[in-house]
């Protein structure tokens, strides 16, 4: 298993002054554990293992996909430094209570010291405004125990991070959202850039994974065939290219080598990136939280 050197893989500057890779592996969806309860997924801690040997430094994971005590064993077999690692997980978007016990039983579960980041994986635990400020607050005490280096939230909308924001002493460092052509979120990508605040993309491979036959098919193949690459990096391209951090998995490892050794050699044209959000726009296509959200909500 060939490794590819991880500094090609470029850092995203947050508005705390730590930088983020701008490439992930997702532990969510493919490798989303049926029973949290069922013992150790080998395949889990083998896969992730396999990220990280073949380059993946950003890893994602979240308490709801039950798989936490896999991704620390995982870094534990993949050899790398801690400090090298940027390690991500999330507090469940439905549930109440301690924001500050759940992370420490992550962290448990982990066998980390730290994580690299820590959020909110959705808003729907709170019942009022107070509830998401309540919360926020709670993430800054974790932020500032050095226990997470970096704070942020999942699945906000413009409405939620107002709220977040009225009372915040930290701003959220980054939302990550669904995001691919066929959901582009309307105003909400621009109010991050004008609060400073990173967006990250799960999902990004929609148009190719679970929504084939849309209006950007074509063009991603005569872009794919442009630049010698698969759709999927064109796709996760789009994504980079628009200083959004991609979050991917796949349990082939010679899918995951291919991304690192392939996104770092080319670049979309501002042109071709425009295109693609156009032809996007045509279409609309959730594949996420389908119960949060309007049937026709593209926010």
């Known amino acids: 298993m060939g490794s590819v050197a991880t500094k090609d893989v470029p850092t995203y500057k947050l508005n705390d002054g730590n930088e983020i890779p701008v490439l992930a592996f997702g532990l969510g969806t493919a490798q989303y554990k049926k029973d949290p309860q069922g013992g150790l997924d080998q395949h889990v801690v083998d896969i992730t293992t396999k990220a990280i040997k073949t380059g993946y430094r ?3 994971g979240a308490e709801v996909y039950g798989n936490e005590e896999e991704l620390g064993q995982a870094i534990k077999a993949g050899g790398v430094p801690r400090e090298q690692l940027y390690v991500t997980t999330k507090i469940p978007a439905e549930k109440k209570g301690s924001a500050i016990d759940s992370f420490n039983v992550s962290l448990q579960k982990l066998g980390l010291e730290y994580v690299d980041l820590y959020l909110i994986h959705g808003p729907w635990f709170a019942e009022t405004d107070e509830d998401l400020q309540q919360r926020w607050a709670e993430l800054e ?22 709220t977040v924001l009225k009372t915040a002493k930290i701003k959220p460092a980054i939302n990550q959202i669904e995001y691919h052509p066929y959901l582009q979120h309307g105003d909400l990508v621009d ?7 990173a967006v990250s993309a799960y999902a990004p491979l929609t148009p190719i994974v679970t929504a084939k036959g849309g209006p950007v098919d074509p063009f991603y ?9 698969t759709e999927s990096e064109v796709g996760l391209r789009w994504v980079i290219d628009q200083d959004i951090i991609a979050l ?6 010679e899918r995951l080598e291919g991304y690192l050794a392939k996104l770092p050699k080319f ?13 996007g726009a045509k279409k609309h296509f959730r594949g996420f939280w389908r119960n949060k959200f309007g049937e026709n909500d593209r926010f």
């Open 221 to 229: 193949t005569k872009l794919a065939e442009k630049y010698g690459v």
């Open 248 to 253: 991917t998995t796949s349990n082939k490892v």
């Open 141 to 162: 005490q974790i932020k500032e125990s050095g226990k997470a280096k970096s704070i942020g939230v999942s699945n906000f909308l413009q409405s939620h991070l107002e």
């Open 191 to 197: 109010f991050h850039k004008k609060h400073n605040i």
């Open 58 to 60: 950003h890893l994602d």
């Open 267 to 279: 670049k979309l044209t501002q042109d071709e990136i425009a295109e693609i959000s156009r032809l």
